[in-house]
T-cell receptor, first 115, second 109 residues
Framework: NAGVTQTPKFQVLKTGQSMTLQCAQDMNHEYMSWYRQDPGMGLRLIHYSVGAGITDQGEVPNGYNVSRSTTEDFPLRLLSAAPSQTSVYFC??????????????FGPGTRLTVL | DAKTTQPNSMESNEEEPVHLPCNHSTISGTDYIHWYRQLPSQGPEYVIHGLTSNVNNRMASLAIAEDRKSSTLILHRATLRDAAVYYCIPRSGGFKTIFGAGTRLFVKA
């Protein structure tokens, strides 16, 4: 199993550009999520999905869109990049997501810089 | 969600045991206590979780206080590869996992 994969590893954007961060998992997990991590901080939840066709907002959803057309993929779209979105983005997946015993598997991250 | 308090940083010598504390005094009776760690430039990885009794796995042990208001992650013999940020996370079963700032563990050779 590859686990959770993310592409690209690094990306530089100019303010106002749009892009999509890719996330895929091969563990047949229902739950997937996106976090951002700013320097020296913990992770903050952006959006999550409990299954194909179902998404919901996390703590910091503004400026980001998601969709979940398949179980495997959960892309994160930046509609109009801003310098405040400079961060490291992590995708995670887990079997169900809604139980107190569920454990998450994280991808290696995408380091995004917006100039 | 229960709030947690962890030391900002801790230091250990290689080959010695490390006890990483976490206070979660507002935890509810059904919250499991999860620990994750984040190695430098990597995504977080699951370490261990438990409800009431102490738990062991190949990575660590988790000691949970009888009143469940605190817990301690125990690394039995720290190695340089254990240098990471350790997060203590009470989980109540919702879909939003809240990460705090965690404890940064430094391991000296």
């Amino acid at each position: 199993n590859a686990g959770v994969t993310q592409t690209p590893k690094f990306q530089v954007l100019k303010t106002g550009q749009s892009m999509t961060l890719q996330c895929a998992q091969d563990m047949n997990h229902e739950y997937m999520s996106w976090y951002r991590q700013d320097p020296g901080m913990g992770l903050r939840l952006i959006h999550y999905s409990v299954g194909a066709g179902i998404t919901d907002q996390g703590e910091v959803p503004n400026g980001y869109n998601v969709s979940r057309s398949t179980t495997e993929d959960f892309p994160l779209r930046l509609l109009s990049a801003a310098p405040s979105q400079t961060s490291v983005y992590f995708c995670a997946s887990s079997y169900q997501g809604g139980t107190s015993t569920d454990t998450q598997y994280f991808g290696p991250g995408t380091r995004l810089t917006v100039l | 969600d229960a709030k947690t308090t962890q030391p900002n940083s801790m230091e250990s010598n290689e080959e010695e045991p490390v006890h990483l504390p976490c206070n979660h005094s507002t935890i509810s009776g059904t919250d499991y206590i999860h620990w994750y760690r984040q190695l430098p430039s990597q995504g977080p990885e699951y370490v261990i979780h438990g409800l009431t009794s102490n738990v062991n796995n190949r990575m660590a042990s988790l000691a949970i206080a009888e009143d469940r208001k605190s817990s301690t992650l125990i690394l039995h013999r720290a190695t340089l590869r254990d240098a990471a940020v350790y997060y203590c996370i009470p989980r109540s079963g919702g879909f939003k996992t809240i990460f705090g700032a965690g404890t940064r563990l430094f391991v000296k050779a």
